[in-house]
């Protein structure tokens, strides 16, 4: 048994006919067949069948198996080589949620800049789930990315770097603008620039408003907290976010929540347990542990 076998096996599975398989790998219908048969030989049993030439193969019992187990292992076989290729590198892949980003990239790219690493450091922004997915599959060998409660993986290593608390933005000529700390019946009926959907800031607002029975009055779905805060220095409603993340101008002021309301954004580093870092790989990772975000 090896890769190419099980790759052919799989084909035929998904498939269900030669021609199709010998086509996609552009070799001999006789190849195919012969892979085949030392599978079924090796197992000592049937693994696909077919009523006539011309029909469509039928996956057994047994083939149903080894196709499950097969797609892992080719997917193993992969990672594998991704890993082998990557592990000489003097290259390390980082990967930034659009939160992270904002808040930890640029104090990412002063710190490897002083330490000369930056030239070979890649970096993406993508939102965390598909960080974490990229990571899962060797794409990225480090993630910051921010949940509002701290991750726990059996296949990710998984560093809490700091907390971030959610506040409100407001114009400084909104009455709310002058107290010292929001409760959420402050926002009852208060016009709100809100993120879009499903994004972590408009998770935290919806939680936020739903232990007070309170109903958000969003006028305004905003795809970034940068337009959040550009359309409070308008005066066109007050923001929901997350502290630390967008400058404000001039007449915009951050309001904390109320201690007892209070939901914190968690900022984490992920690193694949099955991960084996080179020196240069490792002393990357290992800056990333110790930088601090500044005020």
Same mark, same amino acid.
Do not use: W
């Given at each position: 048994m090896n890769?190419?076998?099980?790759?052919?096996?799989?084909?035929?599975?998904?498939?269900?006919?030669?021609?199709?398989?010998?086509?996609q790998f552009q070799v001999t219908q006789p190849a195919i067949s012969v892979a085949l048969k030392r599978l079924e030989t090796k197992y000592a049993t049937k693994l696909l069948t077919?009523?006539?030439?011309?029909?469509?193969?039928?996956?057994?019992?047994?083939?149903?198996?080894?196709?499950?187990?097969?797609?892992?292992?080719?997917?193993?076989?992969?990672?594998?080589?991704?890993?082998?290729?990557?592990?000489?590198d003097q290259k390390v892949r980082l990967g930034f949620s659009h939160i992270a980003g904002g808040i930890w990239l640029p104090r990412v790219i002063e710190a490897f800049a002083h330490h000369h690493l930056l030239a070979s450091v890649t970096t993406e922004v993508a939102i965390s789930e598909q960080l974490l997915e990229q990571l899962r599959n060797h794409k990225l060998d480090a993630a910051i990315f921010s949940t509002l409660q701290p991750m726990q993986s059996d296949d990710l290593q998984v560093f809490q770097l700091e907390t971030h608390p959610l506040c409100v933005l407001a114009n400084i000529q909104q009455p709310i603008s002058r107290l010292r700390m929001i409760e959420a019946t402050d926002l009852q009926q208060l016009p709100i620039i809100a993120r879009l959907p499903h994004s972590l800031p408009r998770t935290a607002l919806t939680r936020y408003c739903s232990r007070s029975n309170v109903q958000p009055k969003i006028i305004y779905e905003a795809h970034s907290n940068?337009? #959040?805060?550009?359309?409070?220095?308008?005066?066109?409603? &007050?923001?929901?976010?997350?502290?630390?993340? *967008?400058?404000? %101008?001039?007449?915009? #002021?951050?309001?904390?929540?109320?201690?007892?309301?209070? &939901?914190?954004?968690?900022?984490?580093?992920? *690193?694949?347990? %099955?991960?084996?870092?080179?020196?240069?790989?490792?002393?990357?990772?290992?800056?990333?542990?110790?930088?601090?975000?500044?005020?």
């Open positions: 890769e190419r076998d099980l790759k052919y096996f799989c084909s035929l599975v998904e498939t269900g006919n030669y021609t199709a398989t010998a086509k077919q009523s006539n030439h011309r029909a469509r193969l039928v996956t057994t019992s047994a083939g149903q198996v080894l196709y499950i187990k097969a797609r892992h292992l080719i997917k193993e076989f992969t990672q594998i080589e991704l890993e082998v290729q990557h592990a000489s940068q337009l #959040v805060e550009r359309l409070v220095a308008r005066n066109l409603g &007050i923001g929901f976010v997350i502290n630390g993340s *967008v400058a404000l %101008s001039p007449n915009v #002021v951050k309001i904390p929540l109320k201690p007892s309301q209070s &939901i914190d954004c968690y900022m984490q580093l992920a *690193v694949r347990k %099955s991960f084996l870092p080179n020196d240069y790989q490792t002393r990357c990772i290992d800056l990333l542990k110790e930088i601090k975000v500044q005020e």
